[in-house]
């Protein structure tokens, strides 16, 4: 299940973003989103479990949870869009 991860810290990597959903289980994939132009964060990224009631767990377990003092949002990602 591919997994939204929002609200989160400027200064949050790819290596936090694993660790913190590694506690529900195995992480495919993290991903931070970086602003191609500055090079910072966007403020919000992906994570990939494999397992879907370990990704449902993760959710239900962070979503507004506080990290690095901002609060989470976290939800299942939608497909992205794709334009004609």
Do not use: C, H, W
């Not at 997994?3 to 529900?24: A, H, R, S, T, W």
């Not at 500055?38 to 479990?49: E, L, Y």
């Amino acid at each position: 299940m591919n997994i939204y991860v929002g609200n989160l810290d400027f200064k949050v990597n790819e290596d936090d973003l694993e660790q913190l959903f590694n506690e529900f289980g195995s992480v495919s994939e993290a991903k931070v989103i970086i602003d191609k132009y500055n090079g910072r964060s966007k403020g919000f990224g992906f994570v990939t479990m494999e397992d879907n009631e370990e990704a449902k767990k993760a959710i239900d377990g962070l979503n507004g949870s506080s990290f690095k003092a901002r609060d989470l949002i976290v939800n299942e990602a939608k497909p992205k869009k794709t334009s004609f």
